[in-house]
């Protein structure tokens, strides 16, 4: 059985398997070992892996696998498969368990369920789009066809198999391999293509905004077709980052977390009279804790791959199912049809791009600071890393430097995780990402307290002699939570480390090069430095802990705002 399904996982074009092993998993890491097809790579821990698997699928589009052992080993597993899910990444995560027979009656580490004992395929069903124990060996030939149908149906995203450690060895009688997978496109309803079409053509003031499902279905060029054919501007979501860029002359930046003062600025413009939402569920984060101004007073319209996400953020006038990609060329041809005068760039959108804070240069943030600034760190990542650069964000304060000063450009990849947010999340992504893509520069920007849950990964990097490049903005702490401690309560209260970590340190006793740098142009050179190294490189920058994000201060603004007066009909 073991066999067989590494033979499937080579049929479906799957190059790495992620993991820690086991004594449940050892028959199939035997054949893993044995296949010249596929490499195991060997986590310090089985998030990591899921992790790795998460970033390794972000960069590439292809399914990603992770393995962990029965017990704590798919426990642990467990937040890095639900950011997946979340994210819509294709991943199938196999865990085993123990002898089926010895099922119930406290075996070492049973997670069957049952009295005092974890049920782990229930602890994945709400974390994947399919969690299911193997039954028979003869039942995987179908069982498998149907984790890949259910993976890559709609909106991808994982899926789990759990297999006891007696079927390992068992014999499958059906021998054939099942068809290379992937994800279906579907055409959009051509009547309510042909009404958005009448819509754009009447509306005054239109704008976009585009989430993760837009990046996801490869829109960006329909995107960028329809925004200067038809004079459309273009806010993204965080997660949509990347999908627009960011020195176009239409582009708004970052709308909601992490975001700008240039997208709030027009997005919420009362002018504003039609809002057309591409590939976002407009959930909160998105939506700026549901600022009942984005969808008062003028036209919503959104598309969105899975049906059930229409309207789950807000009320539509307009739903359209389907892939953004498609959709948006099916709008293109519509529209090219009955052609109309395109809009030009008007002083509303000017004024509000003179906003757009990823155009201010590092050198300008830094000025007025005593200590180096997290935003002029960033700003200067922006500037120097190459233009195909894979850009991994962790979650804290990260999410808005990244989102608020990292211009996106053609090319570039940026990557985050923030429905679930798990810290730690970008040290094992970046390294699956580095597998995914070895000819492009991959950086991963972390926070030293996210860093702390998950830096033992660099030793993962440092014996695969991966050039991943690991920013850490060392702030001595969870600043993002002390930031909203002091706006709320007038202090912090034990979010900050007694005494700050040493992350070159550490990373130098992973098997990594590392430089620490406390100005703006040791970080530069730093930087230099790491882009030129051919193994893994940490830069432990001490930034300043006071520095709070635009962003960060309008989400507290608006979180009060909503927990003292809920948010108008429209929501």
């Not at 849950?453 to 001595?476: C, F, K, Q, R």
């Amino acid at each position: 059985m073991s066999g067989w399904l590494v033979d499937a996982l080579c049929a479906q074009g799957v190059e790495y398997v992620f993991g820690v092993p086991g004594g449940p998993l050892l028959s199939l890491y035997e054949e893993l070992e044995n296949s010249p097809g596929l490499r195991l790579v060997l986590a310090r821990h089985e998030e990591a892996a899921a992790f790795m698997a998460d970033g390794y699928a972000q960069a590439s589009g292809r399914l990603a696998v992770v393995c962990a052992t029965t017990g704590p080993g798919a426990m642990h597993a467990l937040t890095g498969v639900a950011s997946a899910t979340s994210d819509s990444m294709p991943l199938l995560v196999i865990t085993a368990q123990t002898m089926a027979s010895m099922s119930g009656r406290s075996g070492l580490q049973d997670s069957s369920g049952g009295n005092w004992s974890v049920d782990t395929v229930e602890m994945f069903r709400t974390a994947t789009k399919l969690s299911t124990r193997l039954a028979h060996p003869g039942q995987l030939p179908w069982l498998f066809r149907h984790l890949m149908r259910t993976i890559w149906s709609g909106r991808p995203g994982a899926a789990h198999l759990s297999v006891s450690s007696d079927m390992m060895n068992s014999p499958v009688t059906d021998a054939s391999l099942p068809p290379l997978y992937h994800a279906a496109s579907t055409a959009p309803d051509a009547a309510a293509v042909q009404l958005l079409a009448q819509k754009l053509r009447r509306s005054r003031r239109p704008v976009i905004l585009a989430g993760q499902g837009a990046k996801l279905s490869g829109a960006a060029g329909s995107l960028q077709q329809l925004a200067q054919s038809a004079g459309i501007p273009v806010a993204t979501t965080l997660k949509g980052k990347g999908v627009f860029p960011e020195d176009h002359p239409w582009a708004l930046g970052v709308f909601g977390l992490g975001g700008t003062p240039a997208a709030f600025d027009y997005l919420l413009s009362p002018e504003v009279d039609l809002l057309l939402i591409i590939g976002s569920g407009l959930g909160e984060a998105a939506a700026n804790v549901f600022d009942s101004r984005l969808v008062t007073g003028r036209q919503v319209i959104q598309i969105d791959l899975d049906p059930l996400r229409l309207g789950a953020g807000c009320d539509l006038d307009l739903p359209i199912a389907g892939d953004a990609d498609t959709v948006l060329r099916a709008l293109l041809a519509e529209l090219a049809d009955v052609p109309a005068a395109p809009r030009v760039r008007d002083a509303v959108l000017t004024g509000a791009q003179d906003r757009l804070l990823v155009r201010v240069p590092a050198s300008a943030l830094q000025k007025d600071h005593a200590v180096l600034s997290a935003s002029a760190v960033v700003s200067r990542m922006s500037e120097r890393l190459p233009e195909d650069t894979v850009l991994y964000t962790d979650n804290g304060n990260c999410l808005s430097w990244v989102g608020q000063h990292h211009r996106s450009r053609p090319g570039g990849q940026i990557h985050f995780s923030f429905n679930v947010a798990s810290m730690g999340y970008s040290t094992g992504a970046a390294i699956g990402g580095k597998l995914a893509q070895p000819d492009r520069t991959v950086v991963a920007v972390i926070g030293d307290a996210a860093f702390a849950m998950s830096g033992m990964e660099l030793h993962t990097a440092a014996e695969l002699g991966l050039p991943v490049i690991w920013v850490v903005l060392n702030n001595g702490g969870n600043a993002m939570v002390v930031n909203i401690q002091d706006s709320i309560y007038g202090h912090g209260s034990r979010s900050m480390f007694d005494q700050p970590i040493d992350a070159a340190a550490v990373a130098r006793g992973l098997g990594a090069q590392a430089r620490t740098a406390a100005d703006l142009n040791s970080f530069t050179e730093a930087l230099s430095e790491a882009l030129e190294s051919d193994g893994p490189f940490l830069i432990d920058v001490h930034v300043d802990p006071s520095e709070v994000p635009w962003a960060l201060g309008t989400r507290i603004t608006s979180l009060r705002t909503a927990f003292a007066d809920r948010p108008a009909s429209g929501w």
